[in-house]
């Protein structure tokens, strides 16, 4: 009888092991799947994207994310100061507007500078505020920080095709990638959804260098 | 009281854990952080509830309810939680359950969400389109094509608007009903409130065999000696009737302080930590019902007030004593009533809870008015029966510890305590005794039944051993491997461009384009999954079956799928033999056996 309880327990526990590590090995073989097959050139690469940091840089971050979400806001400042300190990464900052209206009129305002070249200063403009935007916060903010809104949405309308074309990319990457919402991040080959605070940016850039 | 220093305790708990919040975990998928339910309620109401979980929070102002044609359906919503923070700025939030009420809804609902993992992810919003009975609806059948009114909004001269919420909502996996609602709800949802309250009456007609409700025999009787000669059958009922009402009512406001503490401890009541607690508890209550110490109010209270209020003999009398005799009877039955208090906290809904509460007082207040009508020479003489029922409490708890603990152990170990459970339950109705051949029948039947027992715990064991999670099917690991080696592979014709695809629908019968790759791992499980249910295999017999494989995510394959709209594998699309998609049968991301049924029958002959 003790044997068989023992044998039992043993053999529950060898299940309990198996289980997660089927769960693991299943995580990995997924994400760089998904990651790497279907789209690493076309979400690294998407030549129509506006890109950040150093354009010829080792590793590519890329994030998925929303003017509107709040810990994509509350990252960005790390995540900036990383991409500054780091001198050798590639921003692509890829808008996935999923919070309505004015989420959309942001993005399309701040891909509308990219004429100007203030792309990456109207985007730090918003980026620097409270998460909920009305659509007026979006453009007084920008006004503020010495962009001129009515331009910028000139501007976007110009190459409309363009910048359309890029949002509907990245929401079908998003989807192809399983993204389920903002902010996601893929750092050389891998898939890290949810916000990342420094040390975790960094252990993951370490990680896409040590492995590219 | 119990239920006092139980939430005194949680809230000791979570304040020690909220303290050390780590980083958070992976995020959940959105069906799971914020699950759905919707019960039908009173007068063709829908009640819409989300099971927020810890660490998670729904935004107030994303939460709407639309008609077909996109008109807005009156909500009335509870306030959330104001949250006031630099980076999420001002918002209303809900961080724990929330539930309202479609108010009778007239043909389809669409309802939308949006919520977020603290400090991690927001979700893209979320959607469910609802039946007017409440059932919800595959998800495409409203969003044909997502992208491809992303696409239209991009041609039309629109900067920005409402409209544009629409815009890049992200194809969904169907949507999955939580299976593990708690006992209340389950009831609430399979009958109704009415099935919730005959479960309490009976969970209280139980309780009222054991013996804790023996000291209020002579409470009532010697309430009713005082009448003296004056006693008929009618007066007795009355008197008898006012003391269990009154005693029911003490029960039922105890259900109403559970509700109120359980609406807003409900999130902490969910947390791990606390199921653990309350797990805990009810082994505590179990080891209490096998003997092994008392929970009893001291005697010299009970004497006291059976003396002090038991002389009036009016019917306000018989009142006030059944009042007080629920606080007497209270802690003897703590243990299974702080079950059915658990219970009631959970759903946080005061009516409900004073009313079921009430209803367990007025089970237990029956034997009394039998007693009242008859006189106390008709209960049941006590005896070791009713040390057998105490038992049979203590297992039932040990079961609800189990039941509690499968959310928050891993499966396997969960399987294998409810081996040990049942093989334990077999062994004391004597499965493993030797029958002499004289041994009654009731000896026998136990045994048998023992032997059942015995037998169910050692699948359950062998399925801890294998992996399994899912008590229900022990050997699920087993079954598995066995239809994957036995189900045929559906014919499919492969084609990796679109000149073959157009020569593979040779326009004389409906199709089936499935877009699918080799690294698609949600494809793989289709195909092993529903794809393989002999139901399925046979529905599609009628189908030409086409599989676009974009494994070589090359120029060619972006373009087949750019033709398919198709945004990514796995897709299905249906379309009748003329090849035109039908309405809201496309299927995207993971699937059911039941969506691609309801598909393929769209556009089958």
Avoid at chain 2, 41 to 58: E, F
Wanted: glycine share 12%.
């Amino acid at each position: 009888m003790i044997l068989h309880r023992r044998a039992l327990l043993a053999s529950a526990g060898l299940g309990a092991v198996l289980t997660t590590l089927g769960g693991l090995t299943w995580t990995l073989l997924r994400q760089p799947a998904d990651g790497t097959e279907l789209t690493l050139n076309d979400v690294l690469y998407d030549p129509d994207q506006p890109v950040l940091g150093n354009p010829a840089g080792d590793v590519t971050v890329v994030e998925f994310f929303d003017y509107q979400c709040p810990f994509c806001k509350r990252g960005h400042a790390d995540l900036m100061a990383e991409v500054e300190a780091d001198g050798n990464l590639r921003l692509v900052m890829k808008d996935w507007p999923i919070f309505g209206g004015a989420s959309v009129l942001a993005s399309q305002l701040v891909l509308g500078a990219v004429e100007e070249g203030a792309y990456a200063a109207a985007q730090a403009a918003l980026m620097a505020t409270p998460a909920r935007l009305s659509e007026d916060e979006v453009r007084d903010t920008l006004t503020a920080a010495g962009q001129d809104p009515a331009g910028m949405l000139a501007a976007y309308r110009q190459d409309r095709d363009r910048w359309d074309g890029l949002m509907d990319h990245n929401s079908q990457q998003a989807a192809a990638l399983g993204l389920q919402g903002t902010p996601a991040f893929i750092i050389g080959q891998n898939l890290l959804p949810g916000a990342l605070d420094r040390d975790r940016l960094r252990t993951a850039i370490a990680a896409a260098r040590g492995s590219a | 009281m119990m239920i006092r220093i139980l939430l005194a305790a949680l809230t000791a708990w979570t304040m020690a854990t909220g303290a050390a919040r780590a980083e958070p975990g992976p995020p959940l998928d959105p069906t799971e952080a914020f699950v759905l339910t919707i019960t039908p309620a009173l007068a063709g109401d829908l009640q819409v509830s989300w099971d927020v979980q810890p660490g998670y929070y729904l935004y107030r102002s994303k939460i709407a309810a639309m008609a077909p044609d996109g008109t807005s359906l009156p909500l009335t919503l509870p306030d959330g939680e104001i949250y006031d923070d630099p980076w999420l700025g001002r918002d209303e939030i809900y961080r724990t359950p929330v539930t309202i009420t479609i108010p009778d809804p007239q043909g389809l609902t669409v309802l939308h969400w949006q919520g977020c993992q603290q400090d991690g992810i927001c979700y893209a919003p979320q959607q469910a389109v609802l039946d007017a009975d409440g059932t919800i609806r595959p998800q495409e059948a409203v969003e044909d094509d997502p992208f491809a009114s992303w696409q239209a909004e991009g041609g039309a001269e629109q900067s920005s608007g409402s409209s544009a919420d629409d815009a890049s909502i992200p194809p969904q996996s169907g949507l999955t009903i939580a299976e593990d609602r708690g006992l209340v709800a389950d009831l609430e949802g399979r009958g109704g409130i009415l099935l919730v309250l005959a479960g309490f009456f009976g969970f209280g007609l139980l309780l009222s065999l054991t013996p804790c409700v023996l000291p209020m025999v002579p409470i009532v009787a010697g309430m009713l000696t005082r009448q003296g000669q004056g006693l008929t059958a009618g007066r007795g009922l009355a008197l008898t009737g006012a003391y269990v009402i009154a005693m029911a009512t003490a029960f039922g406001l105890l259900g109403i302080v559970a509700a109120w503490s359980g609406a807003n401890l409900q999130a902490v009541l969910q947390s791990p930590a606390a199921i653990g607690v309350i797990a805990a508890i009810f082994v505590m209550l179990a080891l209490s019902m096998f003997g092994l110490f008392e929970l009893q109010m001291p005697a010299i209270w009970q004497a006291r007030l059976s003396r002090g209020t038991g002389a009036t003999g009016s019917l306000g009398g018989a009142a006030v004593l059944g009042f007080g005799s629920a606080l007497i009877v209270g802690p003897c039955v703590t243990a299974p009533l702080a079950g059915a208090l658990i219970y009631i906290a959970q759903t946080g809904d005061v009516a409900l809870g004073a009313a079921a509460l009430f209803a367990l007082g007025l089970g237990q207040g029956v034997p009394l008015l039998a007693v009242g009508v008859f006189g106390p020479q008709i209960l049941p003489r006590r005896g070791a029966w009713m040390e057998r029922v105490k038992m049979a409490f203590g297992i039932v708890f040990l079961a609800m510890a189990i039941w509690l603990a499968g959310r928050i152990l891993p499966g396997p170990i969960i399987l294998l305590l409810w081996s040990v459970l049942l093989t334990g339950c077999g062994v004391a109705l004597g499965a493993l005794d030797r029958l002499s051949p004289s041994a009654p029948r009731t000896m026998r039947v136990a045994a048998g039944t023992g032997l059942l027992l015995v037998f169910a715990g050692l699948i359950q064991g062998i399925g801890a051993a294998l992996g399994a999670d899912d008590p229900t099917r022990p050997l699920a690991p087993l079954a598995g491997r066995t239809t994957q080696a036995l189900a045929e592979p559906v014919p499919f014709q492969t084609v990796t461009s679109r000149t073959a695809l157009e020569t593979a629908l040779d326009g004389t019968q409906p199709a089936l384009i499935y877009v699918t790759a080799d690294w698609c791992v949600t494809c793989r499980s289709i195909e092993r999954g529903p794809m393989s249910d002999h139901e399925v295999a046979a529905a599609l017999s009628d189908l030409a079956l086409i599989k676009v494989d974009v494994s070589d995510f090359n120029a060619e394959a972006q373009a087949v799928m750019k033709t398919l709209a198709a945004s990514g594998p796995p897709t299905m699309i249906f379309v009748d033999a003329a090849g035109a998609e039908a309405q809201g049968s496309r299927l995207i991301g993971d699937v059911d056996t039941a969506d691609l049924l309801t598909s393929i029958a769209q556009v089958a002959p």
